[in-house]
């Protein structure tokens, strides 16, 4: 275990829960694979977006809080998620976003590769990056490509990815703003989607708020709960403050503040999201953990009424 594969997940914040519904699953072609609850507020939703299966690499979660606030990305936050597809998956994606009329949607170039940047109704960033791999070939992305964070100083976390991750640096470049672009990719034999990092450094160091639009944090995949165990043993032996293991019901979670400012997770692959209801019917129903199954009418009662679009 030298290098960690590549991300699992990304969990950010959004407004009305509907208005992300149906974006996520209409405009961007996702499936909502579970539909449950914040464990640390249960009277909030969590929505986790994904491939058919729900597999790790594909997930995008929120957490929707319907009168949130506006927020904004800064130093000390991710920035920005990115999907791959290929060629033939580029074209076809952003004809399908151009005809949901997907907002702020352009067509620019990276180290090489077309990208397709685009907001929700939040303002988030998400990407659609072309690459020569398996991405699919349809209009609807699944699989990670990416995830952007940006700092003010990037050294130390690209330390971090370097010498505790097994991430090797890929490239650097100079965004039509001015901002420096250092790519990172993960040194895994078994690196396939999600692999890469790319730490941004903004012209302007205006900081970030908190809010809808924003993202929570960056998850990393550890194939089983041995080897997160490794994984949270070498992050502390390298000087950060990690928690112990938490059961998300869904995969066992630590958590731990990289050096510029980002909340990184580890999560594993397993048990996954079938082990509470069939992947025919994945997120139609709203899943409880234990603790909160006593509960669930008054949950129920607080939850805003949605609709899982077709």
């Known amino acids: 275990m030298n290098a960690i594969a590549g991300l699992h997940h990304v969990t950010a914040i959004c407004g009305a829960p509907q208005t992300n519904l149906d974006f996520y699953v209409r405009a961007l072609g996702q499936r909502l694979v579970k539909r449950t609850v914040n464990f640390d507020d249960p009277g909030t939703y969590h929505f986790y977006y994904g491939d058919h299966v729900g597999t790790p690499g594909t997930i995008l979660t929120f957490f929707p809080f319907a009168n949130a606030g506006a927020g904004r990305p800064g130093p000390g936050m991710a920035c920005a998620v990115a ?6 998956g580029f074209d076809a994606a952003a004809a399908r976003l151009a005809a949901h009329h997907a907002p702020g949607a352009a067509v620019g170039e990276r180290f090489g590769q077309r990208v397709l940047s685009l907001v929700d109704p939040d303002g988030m ?4 990056v072309e ?9 609807v992305p699944h699989f990670f490509h990416s995830v ?7 050294e130390p976390t690209a330390r971090l990815l370097t010498d505790v ?11 039509a703003d001015g901002a420096t672009r250092l790519r990172f990719v993960s040194g895994a034999e078994d690196a396939e989607h999600g692999a890469v990092v790319d730490l941004e450094v903004p012209v302007t160091r205006r900081s ?3 809010g809808a639009g924003t993202i929570h944090h960056v998850a990393f995949r550890a194939g089983t709960d041995a080897e997160q165990v490794e994984w949270q043993q070498r992050i ?5 403050d990690v928690t112990p293991v938490i059961d998300r019901q869904y995969f066992n979670a630590v958590y731990f503040r990289e050096p510029g400012g980002v909340l990184f997770e580890i999560a594993t692959d397993p048990p996954g999201f079938a082990t509470d209801e069939p992947v025919e019917t994945l997120g139609e129903a709203l899943k409880l953990p234990a603790q909160y199954e006593p509960h669930r009418a008054r949950i129920e009662a607080v939850l ?3 609709t899982v679009p077709a």
């Not at 960033?125 to 659609?128: A, N």
């Not at 690459?131 to 209009?139: I, K, L, N, S, V």
């Open 125 to 128: 960033t998400v990407e659609i």
């Open 131 to 139: 690459t020569g791999g398996a991405g699919g070939a349809g209009d």
């Open 304 to 306: 805003p009424p949605v």
């Open 165 to 175: 991750f097994g991430y090797r640096a890929a490239g650097e470049a100079t965004e």
């Open 236 to 240: 502390a032996a390298a000087g950060f």
């Open 208 to 210: 970030g708020v908190s």
């Open 83 to 88: 999907y791959e597809v290929s060629p033939a």
């Open 148 to 154: 952007t964070l940006c700092l003010a100083a990037p």
